[in-house]
């Protein structure tokens, strides 16, 4: 299995506070993803980054910021939750860039908005 | 866009075979499928790339049409570990960092 851990696993927070989540990897994989899976929707991607310092936006970013300043670690931040950001998270790593390049997903957090 | 996958759920029984299908109304490079149990995260099966070249799980085969910018995953003599929620996800344009799009999933439930 890819080493890839999140945490917080579970986390339930208040409208409007500030929630950071940690994704670390072990397999020193190029680039890594940040998804939200809700029922009937599938995975979205929030973000994704391809190098230390290099992210960009997927395609439901409002709401979300991410950071990367080590090639093992990817944040997820949420500057101010709110209801709608109740979801299921999960991270994922790839070395994007060879013809072959699979995905890896951690575990998932699960995250409610109260 | 949200690739369509079809049949949103399917029943089996031990033993019986199975497809899956995914549409895509953009060119595709690449097609990922993944098999999600509940409260588990996705897990890599197969991955077409566009030209024919792929990688995957040995007891589960698929296609990619190029033209139709559509893939079909074939499930066959059924187990009940198949069960669960199969994604597809699709990639458009090699250099396009891995970005995948995924469909809304197809349930599959396998019965003894």
């Known amino acids: 299995d890819a080493g890839i851990t999140q945490s917080p696993r579970h986390k339930v927070t208040e409208t409007g506070t500030p929630v950071t989540l940690r994704c670390h990897q072990t397999e020193n994989h190029r680039y890594m993803y940040w998804y939200r899976q809700d029922p009937g929707h599938g995975l979205r991607l929030i973000h994704y980054?391809?190098?230390?310092?290099?992210?960009d936006k997927g395609e439901v970013s409002d709401g979300y910021s991410v950071s990367r300043s080590k090639t093992e670690d990817f944040l997820l931040t949420l500057e101010s939750a709110t209801s709608s950001q109740t979801s299921v998270y999960f991270c994922a790593i790839s070395e994007a860039g060879l013809a072959i390049h699979e995905q890896f997903f951690g575990p998932g957090t699960r995250l409610t908005v109260l | 866009q949200q690739p369509v996958q079809s049949p949103q759920a399917v029943i089996l029984r031990e033993g019986e075979d199975a497809v899956i299908n995914c549409s895509s109304s953009?060119?595709?490079?690449?097609v990922h499928w993944y098999r999600q149990k509940h409260g588990e995260a996705p897990v890599f099966l197969m991955i077409?790339?566009?030209?024919?070249e792929q990688k995957g799980h040995d007891k589960i085969s698929a296609s990619f049409n190029e033209k139709k910018q559509q893939s079909s995953l074939y499930l066959t003599a059924s187990q009940l570990s198949y069960s669960g929620t199969y994604f597809c996800?699709?990639?458009?344009?090699?250099?396009?960092?891995?970005?995948?799009?995924f469909g809304q999933g197809t349930i599959l439930t396998v019965h003894p």
């Open positions: 980054s391809y190098g230390v310092k290099d992210t």
């Open positions: 996800g699709t990639e458009i344009g090699g250099t396009s960092y891995g970005k995948l799009t």
């Open positions: 953009k060119a595709l490079y690449s």
């Open positions: 077409l790339l566009k030209g024919g």
